[in-house]
């Protein structure tokens, strides 16, 4: 396996962006993409793009060759790759091991969604969970999680304090951020006060539907020393699934696919919890 470095991004702004099509979004963040990484279109042999949901919010499937050709980057084989929330991370994967296999040389990943074009938001988010044994009977995801959380407070006496300082510190990281889809601080006593969702899950511990793209390109590192790009190396990479449904979990308060998951990048970075800086981790409620 060879070792593989990450030589540019682009992303655009997020939020209620109605007057940008899906497939305006991800071109440009790809342009972007392409432009920080320094190579030209023609070098670029491989995309793998995550999305979820447009063939229910945006009645588009057959999405990667849609999306690459208005991007102008037609002719690459490219790839949509769809795992709910982890569609992106999941693109990024598939791209890593397409580089290190050496496969390809030039090899984006990207991910995109337009979630406010006037389709049923609950209902389309609602695919991703068990449709026979939980939707069926009514369920939604601030539901199943609302219960996720009461199983937390009650194991570890988890308060609404606690909970709430989720949100604070979400909101700070991205106050300063310019694409941010809310740019603002909030307070203890504002996510507390809010209107709730499903209890004890208020307006601010849950997340809003959006729209935006991302891109990242990959390539091995011995070729980004060749292009003199400064080497950020992808030095572990784990993936596992768990129970979709919820009553399938042993411990409703715990989540030990992250675990397993993490264990594997981990090994293969051959590093410990206790080296990482650093965490940014996938909070929907």
């Not at 890593?96 to 209902?123: C, I, P, R």
């Not at 209890?199 to 991302?214: M, Q």
């Not at 390539?219 to 009553?247: F, M």
């Amino acid at each position: 396996m060879r070792d593989v470095a990450v030589i540019g991004y682009g992303l655009t702004k997020f939020g209620e962006l109605w007057k940008t099509p899906l497939r305006d979004l991800f071109a440009e963040a790809a342009a972007a993409c392409l432009e920080d990484s320094g190579i030209e279109r023609k070098q670029l042999q491989s995309a793998y793009i995550g999305c979820m949901t447009s063939g229910l919010f945006n009645g588009q499937e057959h999405l990667a060759s849609l999306l690459c050709d208005y991007a102008g980057l037609s002719g690459l084989a490219a790839t949509r790759v769809e795992s709910a929330c982890a569609s992106g991370g999941a693109a990024f994967r598939a791209a890593y091991l397409e580089v290190a296999s050496g496969a390809s040389d030039f090899v984006m990943a990207g991910g995109v969604e337009k979630m406010n074009d006037g389709a049923d938001a609950t209902y389309c988010l609602s695919t991703a969970a068990d449709q026979e044994y939980e939707v069926y009977h009514g369920i939604t995801f601030p539901g199943l999680y609302a219960m996720i959380a009461h199983a937390h407070m009650h194991k570890y006496g988890t308060t609404p304090e606690q909970l709430a300082a989720v949100a604070v510190k979400n909101h700070r990281n991205g106050a300063k951020n310019p694409y941010a889809q809310f740019p603002m601080e909030i307070t203890e006593q504002t996510v507390l006060g809010a209107v709730r969702v499903a209890e004890p899950l208020g307006l601010f511990d849950c997340s809003p539907v959006t729209d935006g793209a991302a891109c990242v390109m990959l390539c091995p590192a011995d070729v980004a020393r060749e292009l003199g790009k400064p080497v950020i190396r992808v030095i572990g990479s784990g993936h596992a699934t768990d129970t979709i449904a919820l009553h399938d979990r042993a411990d409703f308060a715990a989540v030990p696919v992250v675990g397993i998951a993490a264990r594997r990048a981990f090994a293969q970075a051959g590093i410990t919890i206790g080296d990482v800086d650093f965490c940014e981790v996938h909070d929907c409620f």
